[in-house]
């Protein structure tokens, strides 16, 4: 029998709410969407190229409006969990068609489950992943 | 007299810590850079265009090779101090010469001062920072 610890635990729960952001998203679904965010500590949301949304209303209206377009046919990769101060730090790689993001999303445990506080995405050059101000791969820091 | 409570210390003590941030980097001291990562907890860093970083060993490397190449003339505005179960989430804008950027830095109170676990960049359009997939300004999601 293996024994499985509270810190493994909350990874793996953490692991599984992070792809439960990426169905909802994936199928556009704003009430698992919703349900998936924080209600007792602010939230903070950055789609990628535009600038941080604050607060859970304005959060949710983002995702309602980009549902409203369709959502896009995302997926993810490379999910790896680090549990800092009890919260649980998500990075990613997204999957939208031929292109690929790079993702944070940090979740607080609440009410018995993972709950989102923060959504960051940018787009990775399409080269390579390295840190070379000096490429072209248009990078800028 | 004001009275400063403590939750305002914290938040004006981290928006001088994104600030100290923006100069270490701007000035591409490597040794103020180091002192301003967290040394008791996990730490990530997204650099735009870039994928995740983990460990402090390979975040510090990243910031000595950006830094080999000459720093960007990078300036910050529009900081924004979020505390979440006592950690400091500090959103803020990026300039390096006419390009923007959209940034989260999240730091944790460590030894006396907030120090970084996170910090993470990307794009930010240039029409506009509306979320709107149907547009043209390149946002995916």
């Keep these: 029998?293996?024994?499985?610890?509270?810190?493994?635990?909350?990874?793996?729960?953490?692991?599984?709410?992070?792809?439960?952001?990426?169905?909802?998203?994936?199928?556009?679904?704003?009430?698992?969407?919703?349900?998936?965010?924080?209600?007792?500590?602010?939230?903070?949301?950055?789609?990628?190229?535009?600038?941080?949304?604050?607060?859970?209303?304005?959060?949710?209206?983002?995702?309602?409006?980009?549902?409203?377009h369709g959502p896009p046919p995302i997926d993810h990769s490379d999910d790896r969990v680090t549990i800092i101060r009890g919260m649980a730090f998500v990075s990613c790689v997204e999957h939208i068609a031929d292109r690929r993001l790079g993702a944070t999303n940090v979740f607080v445990w609440e009410q018995g489950r993972w709950r989102l506080v923060l959504h960051s995405a940018g787009l990775l050059s399409q080269d390579d992943e390295s840190i070379d101000p000096g490429s072209t791969s248009g990078l800028l820091h």
């Design 1 to 68: 029998m293996r024994i499985v610890t509270g810190a493994e635990a909350d990874e793996s729960a953490a692991r599984e709410a992070n792809a439960a952001f990426y169905a909802a998203f994936r199928q556009g679904d704003l009430e698992a969407m919703d349900a998936l965010w924080a209600r007792d500590e602010p939230v903070l949301c950055a789609h990628p190229g535009g600038g941080t949304i604050h607060g859970r209303i304005a959060v949710i209206a983002s995702w309602h409006s980009l549902f409203t």
